[in-house]
């Protein structure tokens, strides 16, 4: 802290909001406690067994170790280490481990899992306490197997597994590392190990990760949960959240600010010159092979960048559109529709229009038979339990729940018009008609699309555009891309055809070809207005 301050080493955004959120929340109390004799006695462990440890380690240290005065358990039990590959995760992962089965920590049966997506990622650090304690012949300290490493005075096991909720139940674990949390597309691995916390004193919750390609997952929701606890939405969340990355991505071409997304670019060290020099051939290689540039963006700056040849938006644009939605009752609306596979996935939504700002309401149906057979990489029941989705059991999805769904919400909106694909309308016109609603079908989808395509480029760009907190429409988004023609067309195409579903996206491509219909109506008040009217 005092170096940043000093003027000394350059900090992100996100590491400038911990120094503020811990001056003003954390360090000011009197009811907490940091131990400076275990603090101290991890830091000669780990340097006398592993490495030096790097300024940025010895600056997350004394949180690992920082106690509530009236019952002297963890105050920060779940800690966020997010920094660029190279930066030593596993290392520091591998120290602070083997401490906490280590006499030196002192709690009997504190047992410690890696938790990651592949079984060679789970082994890193397990290895390389593993070999450790060979070299430093600890032997009659450890009990050594291939799956396991058990501290003979404490009973403290520390072991490895990989990412398979349906074979895992809690334990008995006094700590959890989750290892590439960039990986896990929902939380229930991580759901299911924490409920076995609490059995042991001091329970611990690690996640270590750098950036991935996996959006709208663990990851992303952990950095927005970060951005609660900065803003103070949530002052009870107990997380302590170290984030390094870039803060724009016209920093990338600063390589004296690269220390942003690696500290471990802050160190003197061997290691970290000869890290630096790998950093900056992968670099200068991308002015020769460009298609390197995303990987690099997002492994060795930590940052999100989209596509801009393919992508809708940017990551940053799509984040926010979770904007707070308001009172709509009474207000006018166009619906429109994707149902062009019934056998998999369908969703209608509701259009609006305020302060030249569109909002969006939809709900999506999966069928139960398709999301059993294909891994869908996106957390679809999490989202049903939300209410943004229905799963149906049953050989095809409806159209009657579609309309169903519009019904119960012209109760509360004035649906203007219904606009959908024409592909699917000898199912849907009956029912539409039957209803009473306004409708058009589009039969040249790649017209349409070409002119709602400024639309939607100009809606992102100034973030006109509001969905509320509702985590499955930027899946849909993210997993959408342009593609222009010769004559600069666009149309819009799955990133992948099974598996990254594109209906809420595409439906709302469709109320937007509509969005002169909208009146500029508060009918909810012109009916308020009405009842002080003297017939």
Known sequence: MDLYERGKIPFNKERIQLVEYLKKEVLPRDDLYFDDEMIHKFIRYAEKNFFP??????????????YKKEDDEVFFNEILN??????????????????????????????VTITANSEKQGK????EVYETVQAKRLEQQFYLTKMAITNRVTNSIFSYR?????????????????????????????????????????????YNGTNGHVREGFYDRTLERAQKIFTGENKNDRLFPFICKLDTIEEMDKPELWSKANPMFEEESSYAKRLYSTVMDEYLKLEEEPSGRREFVVKRMNFTEGDMETDITTHDKLMATDQPIGD??????????????????????????????????????????????????APIKEWADKGIFTIVDAPSISPQLLIDWLNEKRELYQIEMVCADGYRMDLLQPLLEK????????RNIRGVQ??????????????????????????????SYAKVDKSGN????????????????????????KREEIQDVDLEGFFDMMEDWDF
């Open 162 to 206: 990989t990412n398979n909720p349906k074979t895992m139940d809690s334990a008995r674990d006094g700590c959890l590392e989750f290892d590439e949390i960039h990986m896990f597309e929902n939380s229930d691995i991580v759901d299911i190990q924490r409920s076995g916390l609490g059995k042991i004193k001091h329970p611990r919750t690690f």
């Open 82 to 111: 997010s920094i660029a590959r190279g930066g030593g995760k596993n290392g520091f992962m591998s120290a602070r481990d083997s401490f906490f089965i280590s006499p030196l920590y002192g709690v009997r049966n504190y047992d």
């Open 490 to 513: 666009k149309t819009f195409l799955k990133k992948e055809p099974v598996r990254r579903k594109t209906d809420g996206f595409h439906a709302f491509l469709a109320a937007l070809y």
């Open 435 to 442: 209803e009473g609603y306004n409708y058009e079908f589009i």
């Open 450 to 479: 070409s002119k709602v395509a400024p639309i939607i480029e100009d809606g992102f760009a100034n973030e006109k555009f509001i969905f509320g907190d509702d985590p499955s429409m930027r899946w849909y988004t993210n997993n």
């Open 124 to 127: 890193v650090s397990f290895k």
């Open 53 to 66: 440890l790097a300024k940025y380690q010895k600056f997350i240290t004394p949180f690992i170790f920082l």
């Open 328 to 377: 709509l009752k009474g207000k006018s609306c166009v619906a429109g529709f994707d149902y062009a596979e019934i056998r998999d996935f369908a969703s209608v939504g509701l259009l609006f229009k305020h302060d030249e700002k569109f909002i969006w309401l939809q709900h999506s149906f999966a069928r139960k038979e398709f999301l059993d057979a294909f891994k869908i990489k």
